[in-house]
């Protein structure tokens, strides 16, 4: 694709009226206000604005020769050295911009997820890390996914992910300890360990869905604080599941 030059003066950072008057002024070569006026076609206050503004850039000079003021534009190649000037000066304080934004604290990613198809996607989106994952659920995920925790398995499986979960001491739980090995699974349970929810950590993310019919909805957090928090949780939990 071949820029105009109108098209590449816009990109190099000039509006349309300082495009308009620097053409005008490149082809007058040294003009006044009035007479870059007429060929740019705006009026002379405008013009005189913008001539002023090129002047702060560098991309104008002026001159006063019997009382007149007259202005000149740059070279067409001078505009390609100040972009070097400009390069180079960012490059000479690029270590303390990037200080400044580490000592930024970086805001958590947080994405809301929506319905049985919303949470299908928020799982997707745990395998898809390719990390481990620690889970801390229980029956009632079983029971409200039961449609896509087979496909779930089978995907952590085919991509080597193990995942080591606890979950409430019960039948459905018991069920799940015999294909630990062949799921690629440590299970653990502990008595009495009603939630309404299913924490899922694996990487700088945690996932946390809300287990209700009437309305699943689902948090994909992605930030390291957070998920080594939870994981610390998770490890206390773990300690103490058998």
């Known amino acids: 694709m071949v820029l105009s030059v109108r ?140 449609f896509f925790v087979p496909q779930y398995i089978l995907q952590k499986k085919r991509l080597g992910l193990q995942s080591r979960v606890i979950h409430e001491d019960s039948k459905e739980t018991m069920e799940l300890k015999k294909k630990d090995k062949e799921d690629f699974r440590t299970t653990r349970s502990i008595k009495n360990f009603n939630l309404n929810s299913a924490t899922f950590i694996c990487g700088d993310k945690v996932a946390i869905l809300k287990l209700s019919e009437e309305e699943p909805i689902g948090l994909l957090v992605q930030d390291k604080l957070v998920a080594d928090d939870y994981r610390t949780m998770f490890e206390m939990l773990w300690g103490i599941a058998k």
């Open 7 to 146: 098209d590449a003066l816009r990109d190099y950072g000039l509006s349309d009226r300082e495009i308009k008057v620097y053409l005008a002024c490149l082809g007058l070569g040294t003009a006044s206000a009035q007479d870059i006026s007429q060929k740019s076609k705006l009026n002379r206050s405008t013009t005189y604005d913008v001539l002023r503004g090129l002047v702060e850039i560098g991309i104008a000079s002026k001159t006063i020769k019997k009382s007149i003021t007259l202005f000149e534009v740059a070279d067409p190649n001078h505009l390609l050295s100040l972009l070097d000037e400009k390069k180079s000066k960012l490059s000479s304080v690029i270590d303390q911009l990037n200080s400044i934004k580490t000592n930024v604290v970086a805001k958590p990613e947080i994405t809301v997820y929506e319905g049985k198809d919303g949470l299908k996607t928020l799982l997707n989106a745990i395998l898809a890390t390719r990390k481990n994952i620690d889970v801390v659920s229980n029956s009632k995920f079983l029971k409200m996914f039961y």
